[in-house]
């Protein structure tokens, strides 16, 4: 039996992949969680075998949770569930640790073999993110800038290029506005960037995909 955690802020959202898991065989859901913290102190006490993590959580990114994940339970693998495209978030979530990367509208459809898969010791990836990883491969590396942003960075970065505002960014990630604000100069003090239209412009010159919230 694959015993399942499910961390996610929408409680709709965990009891809809509850219900889309209880009939299937081999499969358990023994605990959920709306935050980071709730994520951490569950999996500590049920001890799932595969964790279902959001991206977007309030108070922290759910990379950031993911590398907690990582150092504190080495036997819990890590799918990921996202609204945010798999060309920029997934990448970043596969090299992270994450043994698989789906889009929630694919949920219905792939969670439960991809569930089974991660759970035998394999990785779940997609066909765009397997050819992005080819692709790199023997390439020389260049690191862009925005690599070198934290994962809550990053996040900040596309909902600002998103045309969000800071109290917006505030409400969406559950700190405050003054935080934002540091945030955003520490973001534009790394991509050697001076306004926010300058942002805009580098996520579209890279290529970077704005998702959805």
Same mark, same amino acid.
């Given at each position: 039996?694959?015993? %399942?955690?499910?961390?996610?802020?929408?409680?709709?959202?965990?009891?809809?992949?509850?219900?889309?898991?209880?009939? #299937? !065989?081999? $499969?358990? !859901?023994?605990? #959920?969680?709306?935050? @980071?913290?709730?994520?951490?102190?569950?999996?500590?006490?049920?001890?799932?075998?595969?964790?279902?993590?959001?991206?977007?959580?309030?108070?922290?990114?759910?990379?950031? !949770?993911?590398?907690?994940?990582?150092?504190?339970?080495?036997?819990?693998?890590?799918?990921?569930?996202?609204?945010? @495209?798999?060309?920029?978030?997934?990448? /970043? =979530?596969?090299?992270?640790?994450?043994?698989?990367?789906?889009?929630?509208?694919?949920?219905?459809?792939?969670?439960? +073999?991809?569930?089974?898969? $991660? =759970? +035998?010791? /394999? /990785?779940?990836?997609?066909? +765009?993110?397997?050819?992005?990883? =080819?692709?790199?491969?023997?390439?020389?590396?260049?690191?862009?800038?925005?690599?070198?942003?934290?994962? /809550?960075?990053? #996040?900040?970065?596309?909902?600002? +290029?998103?045309?969000?505002?800071?109290?917006? %960014?505030?409400?969406?990630?559950?700190?405050?506005?003054?935080?934002?604000?540091?945030?955003?100069?520490?973001?534009?003090?790394?991509?050697?960037?001076?306004?926010? =239209?300058?942002?805009?412009?580098? !996520?579209?010159?890279?290529?970077?995909?704005?998702?959805?919230?």
């Amino acid at each position: 039996m694959v015993r %399942i955690g499910i961390i996610d802020d929408h409680r709709l959202v965990r009891q809809g992949i509850t219900r889309l898991l209880e009939h #299937e !065989v081999g $499969i358990t !859901v023994v605990g #959920e969680a709306g935050d @980071a913290d709730e994520g951490l102190a569950m999996i500590e006490r049920e001890r799932p075998d595969v964790v279902l993590l959001d991206l977007s959580l309030p108070g922290r990114s759910g990379l950031d !949770v993911l590398l907690d994940i990582q150092a504190r339970f080495d036997n819990v693998r890590v799918l990921v569930l996202s609204m945010h @495209a798999e060309d920029t978030h997934g990448i /970043r =979530a596969i090299r992270a640790g994450a043994a698989g990367y789906l889009t929630k509208d694919a949920v219905s459809d792939e969670l439960a +073999s991809a569930i089974q898969r $991660i =759970a +035998s010791g /394999r /990785r779940y990836i997609t066909q +765009s993110i397997a050819e992005q990883l =080819a692709d790199d491969i023997g390439k020389p590396h260049s690191e862009a800038p925005h690599e070198r942003l934290s994962p /809550r960075e990053f #996040e900040i970065l596309l909902l600002i +290029s998103q045309g969000k505002q800071p109290r917006d %960014i505030a409400d969406i990630l559950s700190i405050g506005e003054r935080t934002v604000g540091t945030y955003r100069r520490r973001i534009l003090e790394k991509l050697d960037l001076h306004s926010t =239209a300058e942002l805009v412009h580098y !996520v579209l010159r890279h290529g970077l995909s704005l998702g959805e919230h």
